[in-house]
């Protein structure tokens, strides 16, 4: 294929953070028109490649040409006169804004009274048919239209490369519907994708080629159509995963012991509609759900994360006595952890380091004074606990915010697990994992169970529930509905208790 069919190319990019490489030697290209997924482990180079097309970060060595032309990118801004826009893991939106303001961000001067701009983004949204009312502010919006903003905004600015690091990772399963539709019509619109994710099946189904980062390294790129999971897989990890979590099923659930912690008829504005639930030691309680199950409000609520003002009645038991925690310190202190699905917003302190933010952890258990932290122990905590679950960094002393997604949300469960708590609460924990530490961190939480802790894992992601749960309690519209024992239970089951 010659050079002028490529779009966008990269060749033997190198992209070095404090001298180490996140990306080596790289080359890669993408066609006119094409659904590229780019995959690989958590820290392979995914973000950093697709950094550098978009002008976020500069490549230390190599050459990137844009229409066969060379370029040096120096901001996002050049890149998206280029063609190219990236919506990002961590939404770029400007949340005070409106979504009128943050699509003619820097073009205000065009419109002479702001109610200009609210009929030209209306106008706008509608001509791409995406349901968002552009006077609300990019706060109120939830991940699905959040991107659909993103999306508007590439679009608006005539983007003919658009990249998408993990889309899909905080959308509900309707919402990933729409996603897909719309990266279709984007490709039908002749604009070529590319298309970061963990989850292999939505790469196996979306793409036109995949490629495979490996360390920072090339290893694989070929049509979708030469592909199956077990070859992702093989090249993304250089060995034979492949049976990992594929329409596994328990074949023994582990009994009950004492009932830790229950929920009755549990009331929280719209989300919860007397809920009751219990979960017991020594097994893992899978909750599943679609959205508006209620079940993260419902465990936040548990954890002292909800604000009094939205709780509207029940009662939470904690061996029996009623707990009402207003504060996730109190909570902490009783042995119960909550292991969040947002590690940006609640998970870690960012500018810190690995060891210090795992620290913290278990200073909120203590309640010892905040800011006396000794070095040594934070040390060997921190050591300990990264070496547990494999948390990967080209060194130990950078931020929690330097590292990949995956290992991020690694740290988050550290940071919770040291303080030993009784009852743990896992909330989609292993969104934006790879397949990999999947494995690693569903070895972690089935340990937690066979050492006698009670484990509830909340998981949008049905081979997981099925793969880890001694128990799957189905919650459907703000109440669990039915409960399945984990050897028992069949996809088609659940799905219909989900939705029915
Ligand atoms: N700003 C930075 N400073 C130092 N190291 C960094 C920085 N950004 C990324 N890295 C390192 O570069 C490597 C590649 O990271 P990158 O974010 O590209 O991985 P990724 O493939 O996107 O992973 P994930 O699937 O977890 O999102 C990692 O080892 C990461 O810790
Ligand atoms: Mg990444």
């Known amino acids: 294929m010659s050079a002028e069919d490529l779009v966008l190319e990269l060749r033997e990019a190198t992209k070095k953070y404090a001298g180490v490489p996140a990306i080596e030697d790289v080359s890669f290209g993408l066609r006119r028109g094409e659904i590229h997924a780019l995959l690989g482990e958590n820290g392979a180079g995914k973000s950093t490649l697709t950094k550098v097309m978009a002008g976020v970060v500069p490549l230390s060595a190599g050459q990137m040409r844009v229409e066969g032309q060379e370029v040096h990118l120096r901001t996002p801004l050049?890149?998206?006169h280029r063609g190219i826009a990236m919506v990002f893991q961590e939404t770029s939106l400007v949340p005070s804004m409106t979504v009128a303001q943050n699509l003619y961000l820097g073009q205000e001067k065009f419109f002479n009274r702001l109610r200009g701009i609210y009929i030209a983004a209306q106008q706008f949204l509608q001509s791409l048919n995406f349901d968002v009312d552009p006077t609300h502010t990019v706060a109120q919006l939830g991940a699905a239209k959040k991107q659909m903003v993103e999306i508007a905004r590439a679009v608006l600015h005539k983007a003919r490369v658009i990249i998408f690091d993990e889309p899909t990772a905080s959308l509900t399963p309707e919402e990933k519907k729409y996603f897909f539709d719309l990266v279709l019509n984007l490709k039908a619109?002749?604009?070529?994708?590319?298309?970061?994710?963990?989850?292999l099946e939505e790469a196996l189904l979306l793409a036109d080629r995949i490629t495979v980062l490996r360390d920072g390294r090339?290893?694989?790129?070929d049509d979708k159509a030469n592909f199956d999971r077990a070859r992702v897989v093989q090249a993304m990890v250089g060995r034979d995963l492949s049976q990992t979590l594929h329409g596994q099923k328990k074949t023994f659930v582990r009994p009950a012991g004492e009932c830790l912690l229950s929920v009755r008829n549990l009331r929280m504005a719209s989300m919860v509609k007397n809920n009751s639930l219990s979960v017991f030691a020594g097994q893992v309680t899978g909750v599943f759900g679609l959205v508006g199950a209620g079940r993260t409000e419902t465990f936040k609520v548990v954890a002292g994360l909800i604000k009094r003002d939205f709780f509207h009645g029940g009662e939470v038991l904690l061996r029996g006595k009623p707990v009402?925690?207003?504060?996730?310190?109190?909570a902490v202190r009783d042995g119960i952890a909550y292991v969040s699905e947002d590690r940006k917003v609640e998970g870690f302190f960012e500018t810190m380091s690995i060891a210090r933010n795992i620290y913290m952890g278990l200073l909120g258990k203590l309640g010892g004074a905040f800011g006396v932290v000794s070095n040594a122990r934070m040390k060997e905590v921190g050591e300990?606990?990264?070496?547990?679950?494999n948390v990967r960094a080209i060194s130990k002393d950078v931020k929690v915010i330097e590292l990949s997604g995956g290992n991020q949300q690694k740290v988050v469960i550290a940071k919770?697990?040291?303080?030993e708590p009784d009852v743990i609460i896992f909330d989609e924990p292993t969104r934006g994992v790879d397949v990999g530490a999947i494995t690693e961190i569903h070895a972690e939480i089935n340990r937690l169970a066979d050492a006698g802790k009670a484990v509830v894992v909340i998981s949008s992601y049905l081979p997981e529930v099925m793969a880890l749960s001694d128990r799957i309690l189905v919650a459907k519209q703000g109440k669990v509905v039915v409960e399945f024992a984990g050897n028992e239970a069949t996809q088609e089951g659940i799905m219909y208790a989900a939705i029915h």
């Open 416 to 419: 919770s697990l040291v303080q």
């Open 218 to 221: 090339h290893v694989v790129t």
């Open 189 to 199: 619109r002749g604009v070529s994708i590319i298309f970061i994710s963990h989850a």
């Open 78 to 80: 050049e890149a998206l």
């Open 384 to 389: 300990r606990w990264t070496k547990l679950l």
């Open 324 to 330: 009402r925690y207003r504060v996730a310190r109190s």
